[in-house]
């Protein structure tokens, strides 16, 4: 029961063999990738690295796109949304759910009948012309993770 606590990625039981402990390497490390997966976006130094996973939200406002990010700061970035928008829209844990608004399913708490409720307590407002879509979407993601993908 433990081990749900430290999200443990794999199990070694003693004696364990090279091929085990091999297994075991490539699934931590690939987590550890996954952990670390960025986009790169322009900056005030040029293009930067944005981590995929610290991202809860992002709006479009003033032609820049403010990213929202787990520590509780906003990162301006200089991009048009569709541009912005077609970077994270590949990973099956961020969604458009109304114009210019993007949500990391990650860092959802709840999903309610007009917007989602974060983690971090910020309410994302949903259209109610994505609402099906977007439910759906959420309730293929929440169950995938469920069942052990991403």
């Known amino acids: 029961m433990d081990s749900y606590d430290v999200a443990a990625a794999f199990y070694l039981v003693k004696p364990y063999s090279y091929e085990k402990l091999a297994q075991a390497l490539t699934r931590c490390g690939a987590k550890l990738l996954e952990q670390n997966q960025c986009v790169m976006v322009p900056g005030a130094a040029g293009q930067q690295p944005l981590l995929?996973?610290?991202?809860?939200h992002t709006e479009y406002c003033g032609r820049c796109v403010e990213v929202h990010i787990t520590s509780g700061e906003k990162i301006t970035v200089p991009m048009r949304q569709a541009d912005f928008?077609?970077?994270l829209l590949d990973y099956p844990y961020?969604?458009?759910c109304t114009r210019g608004v993007l949500v990391n399913f990650e860092q959802v708490e709840e999903l309610l009948a007009d917007r989602f409720l974060l983690k971090n307590g910020t309410a994302v407002p949903i259209s109610r012309l994505k609402y099906r879509?977007?439910?759906?979407q959420f309730l293929a993601f929440t169950y995938a993770r469920m069942r052990g993908g991403h």
């Open 133 to 136: 879509e977007v439910r759906e």
């Open 52 to 56: 995929l996973h610290q991202i809860t």
């Open 85 to 87: 928008a077609a970077l």
């Open 94 to 96: 961020f969604c458009d």
